[in-house]
T-cell receptor, first 114, second 114 residues
Framework: DAGVTQSPTHLIKTRGQHVTLRCSPI?????VSWYQQVLGQGPQFIFQ???????GRGNFPDRFSARQFPNYSSELNVNALLLGDSALYLC?????????????FGSGTRLTVV | GEDVEQSLFLSVREGDSSVINCTYT??????LYWYKQEPGAGLQLLTY?????DMKQDQRLTVLLNKKDKHLSLRIADTQTGDSAIYFC??????????????FGQGTTLQVKP
């Protein structure tokens, strides 16, 4: 059974550009969360989507947005990229909304903004 | 706000036991987690503990929870070179309307010397 898959694995963008990151959860998982991990730090919560609706949002500017599709896959969009957006972006999926048994993470997308 | 703290670095000899410590602030957290991150990879869920438990053992891993002191530890018995990685402690944020948001510590780098 495939785990959480993210694409692309690596990405280089220029300041001011827009980026879309994609995530496919484990089959049967209806919840997808997005985290940003800056080098040397722990992951920071960006969004959670459950049953195609936003259920939670972290302390990130409106330049960050996301959505979840009917097949439960998800996209994270970041507009007007800043150098500080350079990070590993992690997607995690869970069966339920509360993640009580832990989330399964993908390998991430490494975004570099130059 | 909620915070999770860990020591940044631990070095042990192969075959010894490793103990990684973590403190958290949200006394209402129902679940606490340990994740492992190898270089260039995503997060791997190692184990989790429910807040009404004091201890959980899973093969070489032992988790101890002191809810009074809000202290969590992960003991790895017979540490191997393959255990070298960054270990993250995380608590489930119960104040976020059941979003399943996880709050991570900064991570402890475990170095295992042969």
């Amino acid at each position: 059974d495939a785990g959480v898959t993210q694409s692309p694995t690596h990405l280089i963008k220029t300041r001011g550009q827009h980026v879309t990151l994609r995530c496919s959860p484990i089959s049967g998982h209806k919840s997808v969360s997005w985290y940003q991990q800056v080098l040397g730090q722990g992951p920071q919560f960006i969004f959670q989507y459950y049953e195609k609706e936003e259920r939670g949002r972290g302390n990130f500017p409106d330049r960050f947005s996301a959505r979840q599709f009917p097949n439960y896959s998800s996209e994270l969009n970041v507009n007007a990229l800043l150098l500080g957006d350079s990070a590993l972006y992690l997607c995690a999926s869970s069966v339920g909304r509360g993640g009580n048994y832990g989330y399964t993470f993908g390998s991430g997308t490494r975004l570099t903004v130059v | 706000g909620e915070d999770v703290e860990q020591s940044l670095f631990l070095s042990v000899r192969e075959g010894d036991s490793s103990v990684i410590n973590c403190t958290y602030t949200d006394s209402s957290s129902t679940y606490l987690y340990w994740y492992k991150q190898e270089p260039g990879a995503g997060l791997q869920l190692l184990t989790y503990i429910f807040s009404n438990m004091d201890m959980k053992q899973d093969q070489r891993l032992t988790v101890l929870l002191n809810k009074k002191d809000k202290h969590l530890s992960l003991r790895i018995a017979d540490t191997q070179t393959g255990d070298s990685a960054i270990y993250f402690c995380a608590e489930k944020d119960e104040g976020s309307s059941n979003t399943g948001k996880l709050i991570f510590g900064q991570g402890t780098t475990l170095q295992v010397k042969p």
